[in-house]
């Protein structure tokens, strides 16, 4: 057991799969002289090469295209987009091209194509670099979404998702690098298909995912100190996502919170609320609430941008009011 | 002046292009018979490109077009029974019946579309010989497009990262005048689009479309350079569009005078005269090919007739990978 950050163990995972596979490469903006925006690849152009760690020019669509095309023709490409606010530049390329390839050819060709961006609020960069959008990519079929919120998923999605024959997108937020945890030695290998119990509990099932799961632990600590015992889910793959687990936690605690921080209205928190009203509404005490971003551009001045994204204090609050202490 | 091709060579060119030219005929009848729907966009008046430049790729090369790419599919060698499937969106069609007329694939003869956002494929053609290159494999990858692709910024980052990283991609730009309605003076500040192409630093070269010899003669010329190891290389084909851009246009956008203008320079009767002239080929020859092609062609209908709906069951197949397929 050693202690990792969350950057170190994305690039745990960069540095096993390139060693262990000459068809992965990395490839993205400033991933190579520069280290990588977050300093995800730093060291490793000097270890791999160019060819390997391949810096590209400002072309979103260009490069997340090229990455496709690549994995076209058997390699294994892993590209790297700053920001998910970036990755609209190549939105054409991964639902056009990615998520749609297998199908429109009538399953003939597959891309094994991996995409990671940053997401998320927190570190003051305002409205065009803070935002979450995982509710973009997890409305469409043929994508997979992962969102670790751990050092160990930090490390094992990304080499779960090499793995994977179809495209992957993964959301790492931004507030995450720099956040330690413990790697088992040797590190575990980790699946894409369920959602995990972060905390078990019985009266609230506190579902999150990403970024949101710090604040959500420490929410569930608060309410023990209160006698509310909160189980806390922690999503990890939004698409296709694990309902059997939500059901099950839901089916136990009869009430449930959703934190995420993308905007309320037609997010990703929007769908987990419609499912659970859909399939586990007769299991429910009360109705469920959500915790999520406030329906604003994110602001610059960090008062105003705590205030548009979820908080510990509101997600204590919303289960409060769900278990009828509110 | 470029040499003329033997006999077995022209034989070979006037066959393709006639069975463009039939198939194509036939789609339209099927279309207003309603066996074919969705958008239709044919090829006529084109031919000599498809043709000449294909022949200029080996089987290893990769080849992407647009949504106007019944002819490549046809001159690749995708036979002419799974294509029309595919027009009625049958399941032995190409592409399972998935596709259709727009997205006909077929990884076998390396033909990756049939894609039809415009400019969407070139990132692909990027990557695709991005991934030879570094795997060291000699193999060329041909993108096609319209020359309305060069006003998105898909067609600009495509050059630029080809060009810097010198991948062996072809772009085969096939410039019939009309970005659907619109005309490339109406669209482009620069409309020498060859100039364009230089800008990036890459080989770049305008040949005639409509002479299926000219055509051929400077596309191996370009590839073969490319195949060395000279990166990648612009080719303009000017042609010219026969029909409508598909089956719902009015054509209001140009006259019927400019059309018939370009008709007398049709790929086909312009090639079979140069043919002849030079005691290579007969009208006989002409007539045995449209006797084979009608006998493909109607083959190729019945087969499509014949051909099953996929089960509705099925409806989600393909959208992933299976699980231990």
């Known amino acids: 057991m050693s202690e990792v950050t969350f950057r170190e163990a994305v690039r745990m995972a960069l540095r096993e799969s390139m060693h262990a596979d000459e068809r992965v490469f990395l490839m993205g903006e400033d991933v190579g002289r520069y280290g990588g925006s977050y300093a995800c690849s730093m060291g490793l152009l000097e270890e791999f090469g ?213 905007w309320k209205s037609w997010g990703f928190s929007a769908e987990v609320s419609a499912r659970i009203a859909e399939d586990a509404f007769w299991m429910l005490d009360a109705p469920v609430r959500r915790v999520a971003g406030v329906e604003v551009p994110i602001p610059y001045p960090t008062h105003l941008e705590q205030a548009s994204i979820p908080q510990t204090a509101q997600v204590i609050a919303a289960a409060l009011e769900v278990v009828g202490h509110g | 002046m470029t040499a003329l091709p033997g006999r077995g060579h022209a034989l070979h060119l006037l066959t393709q292009m006639v069975r463009i030219r039939r198939f194509e005929e036939r789609c339209a009848e099927l279309y207003s018979a309603g066996k074919i729907r969705g958008f239709l966009h044919l090829y006529i008046g084109e031919e000599a490109v498809a043709t000449g430049a294909l022949r200029a790729l080996g089987p290893d090369d990769a080849l992407l077009c647009t949504y106007r790419e019944h002819g490549h599919a046809l001159v690749r060698g995708v036979p002419m029974n799974k294509v029309m499937a595919e027009m009625f969106g049958k399941q032995e069609g190409c592409s399972r019946g998935r596709g259709g007329s727009m997205h006909l694939f077929d990884a076998e003869h390396r033909l990756y579309g049939g894609n039809a956002i415009v400019a969407g494929h070139l990132p692909l053609a990027v990557g695709m010989g991005l991934g030879d290159q ?106 010219y569009r026969f029909r409508a851009h598909s089956m719902f246009d009015a054509e209001l956008y140009r006259d019927k005078a400019e059309v018939d203008e370009h008709r007398k320079r049709d790929p086909i009767p312009s090639f079979l005269r140069r043919m002849i002239a030079a005691n290579t080929l007969t009208e006989e020859d002409l007539a045995h090919i449209e006797a084979k092609v009608a006998e493909e062609l109607s083959e190729a209908v019945a087969f499509a007739e014949a051909g099953t709906w996929e089960p509705i069951e099925e409806l989600t197949r393909d959208v992933y990978t299976e699980v231990g397929a």
């Not at chain 1, 992962?146 to 793995?163: C, E, I, N, Q």
């Open chain 1, 50 to 262: 160019e060819a390997r760690i391949r810096d590209t020019p400002l072309s979103e669509s260009g490069f997340v295209g090229a990455g496709i095309g690549a994995a076209l023709v058997g390699m294994k490409p892993i590209v790297e987009v700053m920001t998910v606010n970036f990755s609209l530049l190549a939105l054409d390329q991964i639902i056009n091209n990615a998520a749609t390839l297998r199908h429109m050819s009538g399953g003939q060709v597959n891309v094994p194509v991996v995409i990671r961006m940053s997401t998320g609020a927190g570190k003051q960069l305002a409205a065009q670099h803070s935002h979450s959008w995982e509710a973009f990519y997890t409305h469409v079929p043929g994508l997979k979404v992962l969102s670790p919120a751990t050092v160990v998923d930090a490390r094992g999605m990304l080499l779960a998702a090499l793995d994977d024959p179809d495209p992957v997108v993964i959301f790492e937020h931004s507030g995450l690098y720099n956040m330690k945890g413990e790697m088992p030695e040797p590190p575990p290998a980790v699946d894409l298909t369920h959602a995990r119990v972060a905390r078990e509990g019985t009266d609230v099932t506190l579902i999150t995912h990403g970024g949101c799961l710090r604040r959500t632990t420490e929410a569930a600590a608060a309410l023990a100190e209160r006698g509310i015992s909160a189980e806390v889910l922690d999503l990890r793959v939004l698409r296709p996502l694990d309902w059997n687990t939500v059901f099950e936690s839901v089916a136990k605690t009869h009430r449930a919170v959703i934190v995420d921080e993308g």
């Open chain 2, 134 to 239: 570094m795997a060291g494999r000699q193999r060329v990858t041909a993108c096609f497009f319209g020359e309305g692709a060069i006003a998105e910024g898909e067609f600009h980052e495509s050059m630029n990262l080809a060009a810097l990283w010198k991948l062996p991609v072809l772009f085969a730009c096939e410039n019939n005048g009309y970005a659907m309605g619109t005309a490339l003076a109406r669209s482009e500040s620069q409309t020498a689009l060859t100039v364009k192409a230089a800008s990036y630093g890459m080989p770049a070269v305008s040949v005639d479309g409509m002479d299926v010899v000219a055509v051929e003669t400077e596309t191996r010329a370009i590839v073969d350079a490319i195949r060395a190891g000279g990166g990648p290389a612009f080719i303009e084909y000017k042609t």
